[in-house]
């Protein structure tokens, strides 16, 4: 409740930031407004329609009361003429005016759901064209919320616009039409429409303070129940289920009290938004009463004018709700302009050129960096023999990683070239990532690949024993909704993958780490069957791995620091067998 | 946990959820006639036009007195209408925020006690939404939806007993002209809600497939594979759209229909009033009334076709998160515990089978996890679990720390059933330190707190000395007071590990379970971790399931788990000696980690 004081003192800066607010929000619509305009205008046209009708629909009761009803009642005559009339005005309005509404609210969500798509297209091209290092600098919940929720936040904004534009049709002209049957009536009448709007959107304004308030207590109320329930296993291990219960009931009690402010407002505003147009309303009757004895105005009139007036309360009550979307919109368009208006940075794959024949890779006089104030590879150069299976050693953090990411073009270098050959490359990260999708397009990721490759490649990943025992083979669905796979498995399909898509340049980041030492045997081996096909460079740290290797590069500090077998390594270089040492501390000292 | 969508039919459903949440009904009647009466505010127009046509304008005798007082008296009845309408709307609004309330912090407590198999990381995203969204739609439910039946509902009834006041013959002509409305509304709002139910599925599709896109580039970048995926999320991108509109084109036709029912409904009222004249005794005010009373009747429909999707996602939300309720808790609580021996816990396994299925079957393919296991492990006794991933080690370290309970045969501790143990006393007594220990984004004292919220600074620091860490603590940048990231980020996996061993250091337990990371740590960490570890287990009961061989040479005991049995049992050099499974391993083991090759 401490918000309602300090209103007066933040006013004026409140003011200044809901009319530059505007501004954007009146941008934004013009922007967006432009993807699908002839969707627009037939809703606003729906819209117009409806209003008019509206106005329109207080003659036939007019002539109703007049022609029919009072010449009945009070001076008891029949007119099956204007009858038959009036129901035709009646009807026909009626009708008019539904054809209208269905007109503007289909055509309104047309506007505002195409352009939703047209949106979502347009961030999704870029999210796509921009390269892993934009990637990497993005959480990819937010990323993803920028392409889903804050595209369908942004056109919320347009979808109350043709109701609104009808309002305001409907207030121009019921105003004309009050003024148009009884000017001092009229007069009245068209007052009230301004004390009740702005009285609505301050209303609105100010619940959505509490609502803000609200929706904040929710989002600490969601994170702390994600790591709540994340910690569960701690929480089981020391018997703390009621100590955690309390913390997240004192939370749940800060929302829940925010909320019951919202709702001791919004009650009482309800009740005064229902209560003031009705003693308005009374109002009129005395008056038009006054006016009928002065002959001045039939009953007729005075009913349809009070018919219309009653009408034009709803429309009333709900604009400053309509507009409640608008912050949440400007929020949302504002990320996405973000995405939109960033440059597309250069696909590093384009430095990527083709080694001459017989050779694997060659890297020459290689440096990459972070960020521009340090440079971590620094001249490194290499080359590779077509064929071989080369392992890449080294410890923790020494850049190896960062060398195979730069070898398959997903991070560009600073300076130095790589080339690698005909046929690209394949790259086996540290932790496979597979699609929800079915196991065949989780090895051919949607290129033509033939059947009889990737039969090959599910052979050489040793993954035959667990795709045979699939039901629907390789269409069955991984993932979520699918089969899942062990940790070892999916990593035997990342490599099947990266198999069947026969480049002539295979990367494997410690991919072989995740499965047994037998079946990474038979994994190596088999790759070294394909060795003619392909050249292999893996990041390996079990010595039994190393072993496999014809020869083995020994990297430190960001440098290809030795080059040799692996027996040459370890009588030669001291850091190497300390390296090697330490993958087998394990062993030797616990 | 399986959601038991359809197993309520929505009255029962929402009886649940009343008893669940006893503030959501509570009053509800003294809200319901708070309603009914502030809904007469919006029957006094029509009321004061019939009052001033009938008698203060008759065309010979204009009764500007009568008028004035009889708007004076509407005008009264207006201002207590509205005040009950506030009553009403406020009454509602905070018992449902109360209620809500109650089941959100229902459910935390139900959620902490489920089984771990409940806990599994597919259903952690359920279980989390059950707390949040799920409740958030009853949230907006009765912020929206219930006002409308409410309040729409008192009116509707009100202005349908003013109708029969006035006259009762229009009034069932009104009805009978409305009525078919009835079946327009039931068979679009089946259509509606069924287009609304492929339209969240078709947004579940595209936020799957926009989210792939995103989480797999480097994978999709690597085999220059966007174009595909990028096609397909377009296509969700469209299918989404278009489901949605034809939602909203339903839904356009449906908003009218009230409308286009009162224009008929009105044209009928008046020719059957006309028809039948002053002799019936009907006046000219009542039949402007009517008119006016059937606007008023028909008018709640349109907003009654917008909430009942929303209303029938709250009720969906609820049968989740009843749901949720009945699915029974883990271990349950011992109702009449036996106290724990003060010293020297030995651990007793008799007979123990164990199943996820919770029935022990026959068939070959769904084998117990664990198999009439008989053990028993003597205080201070050091015990190496060794065995393949799946040979059961990880359930029998779970069955011994009671984190679930035996299918058949029972776990004693110090003697007594682990069954009859309270869990307060279980905890300080016993504490299992998981492979990947979590972590809560606070400061490494608060963590460390959270396993004696009671301990004070210097416990904490003695813990950090015995267990040899103090250098490390002072290697932090604020110590203790280190904030460790969101999960611990900030800190390396044997970081992670050292807060982990301390805070299971800081309860002084009897019986320590580990249960060692599969992750390598640097060699640092390495070293500190080992000694940390030689500390903690000093004294104590301790059991690791082994990842690493090398825990299993130093243990007193080695236990080899293969497909739920225990094979080999012995000390290291027994079971090498014996040449069986275990020897296999080791040996297996020494050559893939050997330098020589």
Not at chain 1, 462 to 490: I, K, N, P, W
Request: include cysteine; glycine fraction near 8%.
């Amino acid at each position: 409740m401490a918000s309602i004081v300090d209103e007066s003192v933040t006013s004026d800066s409140a003011n200044l930031e809901a009319r530059s607010r505007f501004r954007e929000a009146a941008g934004l619509v013009a922007k967006i407004v432009k993807f699908h305009p002839r969707l627009f205008v037939t809703a606003v046209a729906g819209a117009a329609l409806f209003a008019v009708c509206t106005v329109a629909s207080s003659i036939g009761l007019r002539w109703m009361i007049d022609k029919v009803i009072l010449v009945r009642f009070n001076e008891n005559r029949s007119d099956a003429g204007a009858l038959v009339i009036g129901s035709v005005i009646i009807i026909g309005i009626g009708l008019l005016r539904a054809f209208g509404v269905v007109i503007r609210r289909s055509y309104a969500g047309k506007t505002e759901w195409r352009t939703a798509a047209t949106l979502t297209d347009r961030v999704l091209d870029h999210v796509v064209a921009q390269p892993v290092k934009w990637h990497r600098s993005r959480m990819t919940g937010d990323v993803v919320a920028r392409c889903g929720i804050d595209s369908d936040a942004s056109v919320a904004i347009l979808a109350p616009l043709p109701y609104s534009s009808s309002v305001l049709v409907m207030m121009l002209v019921s105003a004309a039409w009050m003024l148009y049957v009884d000017i001092p009536l009229g007069i009245v009448a068209v007052c009230v429409f301004p004390i009740l709007l702005s009285l609505n959107i301050g209303y609105q304004r100010r619940i959505d303070r509490y609502y803000n308030q609200a929706q904040k207590e929710l989002g600490t109320l969601s994170e702390a129940v994600h790591e709540s329930f994340d910690g569960v296993m701690v929480v089981k291990s020391f018997g703390a289920e009621q100590r955690e219960t309390d913390r997240l009931a004192v939370i749940t009690g800060r929302l829940r009290d925010a909320r019951i402010d919202a709702v001791a407002i919004r009650s009482m505003f309800e009740a005064m938004l229902d209560a003031i147009p009705t003693l308005i309303n009374i109002a009129l009757i005395v008056l038009g009463a006054l006016r009928v004895r002065s002959g001045q105005m039939t009953v007729g009139e005075l009913s349809s004018f009070i018919y219309l007036f009653t009408l034009l309360m709803f429309p009333l009550r709900i604009i400053g709700y309509l507009f409640s979307e608008i912050p949440y919109s400007v929020a949302g368009w504002r990320r996405i302009d973000e995405v939109l208006s960033e440059t597309i940075i250069a696909d590093p794959m384009r430095k990527i050129t083709t080694s001459p024949r017989g050779v694997g890779i060659q890297v020459e006089n290689l440096s990459y960096s972070h960020n521009p104030d340090t440079t971590l590879i620094d001249g490194l150069s290499l080359k590779i023999d077509k064929g071989k299976t080369v392992a890449l050693v080294g410890a923790t953090g020494c850049g190896k990683t960062t060398l195979l990411h730069l070898m398959a073009g997903l991070i560009e270098p600073c300076g130095g070239s790589i080339s690698v050959g005909d046929g690209g490359v394949a790259l086996v990260f540290q932790e496979a990532f597979l699609f929800a999708d079915t196991l065949g397009y989780n090895i051919t990721l949607g290129s033509e690949i033939s059947a009889e490759h990737i039969e090959e490649a599910i052979d050489v990943a040793q993954c035959r024993e667990f795709v045979g025992a699939l039901e629907g083979g390789l269409d069955t669905t991984m993932g979520e909704r699918g089969v899942s796979l062990s940790g070892g498995q999916r990593q035997r399909v990342a490599l099947a993958r990266a198999i069947a898509h026969n480049r002539a340049l295979l990367l494997l980041d410690d991919t072989t780490s995740a499965l047994d030492p037998t079946t990474e045997a038979k994994v190596l081996n088999n790759l070294r069957l394909l060795a003619g096909r392909q050249t292999v460079l893996i990041v390996a740290s079990r010595p039994s791995t190393i072993a496999l290797a014809d020869e083995v590069l020994f990297m430190a500090d960001y440098r290809i620091a030795d080059r040799g077998t692996h027996k040459e390594l370890l009588s030669r270089s001291a850091r190497y067998q300390a390296l090697i040492r330490a993958f087998e501390d394990d062993r030797q000292n616990r | 946990m399986n959601e038991p969508v359809g197993r309520f039919t929505t009255a029962k459903t929402i009886n649940r959820g009343f008893g669940v949440a006893p503030a959501l009904s509570k009053g509800i009647g003294v809200t319901f006639v708070l309603a009914v009466v502030g809904s007469l505010a919006r029957v006094v127009i029509p009321v004061t036009i019939q009052q001033t046509i009938d008698k203060g304008l008759q065309p010979d005798d204009i009764r500007i007195g009568f008028i004035v007082q009889m708007a004076a008296v509407a005008a009264v009845c207006v201002v207590v209408a509205s005040l009950a309408l506030r009553q009403a709307v406020y009454r509602l609004g905070v018992g449902a925020e109360n209620g809500l309330y109650t089941m959100r912090v229902k459910l935390f407590e139900h959620i902490h006690r489920l089984s771990l198999a409940d806990h599994n990381e597919e259903r952690r995203g359920a279980l989390v939404s059950r707390v949040t969204s799920d409740i958030e739609t009853l949230t907006m439910f009765f912020s929206w939806g219930a006002l409308v039946w409410l309040l729409d509902g008192s009116l509707m009834f009100v202005v349908a007993c003013v109708m029969i006041s006035y006259d009762w013959i229009l009034a069932l002509v009104a009805f009978a002209v409305s009525a078919p409305l009835y079946f327009v509304l039931r068979n679009l709002q089946r259509r509606l809600v069924a287009a609304y139910d492929v339209a969240r599925e078709k947004n579940a599709e595209l936020l799957g497939t926009v989210s792939e896109l995103v989480s797999g580039t480097e994978t999709l970048r690597a085999y220059q594979a966007q174009t595909p995926m990028l096609r397909k999320s377009k296509q969700a991108v469209r299918k989404r759209a278009d489901a949605q509109i034809r939602a909203g084109v339903i839904g356009a036709f449906l908003f009218p229909s009230g409308e286009v029912f009162a224009v008929f409904t009105i044209v009928a009222i008046i020719c059957v009033g006309v028809f039948r004249g002053v002799d019936s005794g009907l006046t000219a005010g009542s039949m402007v009334g009517f008119v006016f009373l059937t606007y008023r009747f028909l008018e709640p429909i349109a907003e009654f076709t917008e909430v009942v999707d929303q209303t029938q996602t709250a009720v969906a939300g609820l049968r989740r998160v009843l749901g949720v309720l009945d699915t029974p808790v883990g271990p349950p609580q011992a109702p009449n515990p036996v106290a724990l021996p003060s010293r020297d816990l030995n651990i007793e396994l008799k007979d123990v089978s164990f199943s996820y299925s919770s029935r022990l079957d026959t068939q070959d393919d769904d084998l117990p996890v664990l198999r009439r296991i008989n053990l028993e492990i003597p205080a201070r006794q050091h015990v190496a679990l060794v065995g393949e991933s799946g040979s059961g080690k990880t359930t029998l370290a779970r069955l011994i720390a009671r984190l679930a309970d035996p299918t058949i045969g029972s776990v004693f501790l110090g003697g007594v059933n682990l069954k009859r143990v309270a869990n307060d006393e279980l905890r300080r007594r016993l504490v299992v330190v998981p492979q990947e220990p979590f972590l809560f984004a606070e400061s490494i004292a608060h963590n460390l707190l959270f396993a004696a919220p009671n301990a004070e600074r210097e416990d904490l620091e003695k813990v950090i000395m015995n267990l040899e860490l103090t250098d490390w603590v002072q290697s932090l940048p604020e110590g203790l007071e280190t904030q460790v990231g969101q999960r611990g980020a900030s800190l390396s996996a044997g970081e992670r590990q050292l807060v982990a061993l301390a805070r299971a250091a800081l309860t002084n337990p009897d019986v320590l379970i580990l249960d060692e990371a599969t992750s390598a740590v640097d060699a640092i960490a390495e070293v500190r971790l080992a000694k940390a570890l030689q500390a903690l287990s000093v004294g104590r009961t301790t059991i690791s399931i082994a990842h690493r061989l090398s825990t299993a040479t130093r243990a007193d005991r080695v236990i080899v788990l293969e497909r739920g049995l225990v094979t080999e049992d012995g000390t290291h050099d027994d079971l090498i000696a014996r040449g069986g499974e275990y020897a296999k391993i080791y040996a297996q083991w020494l050559s893939a980690t050997s330098v020589q090759n």
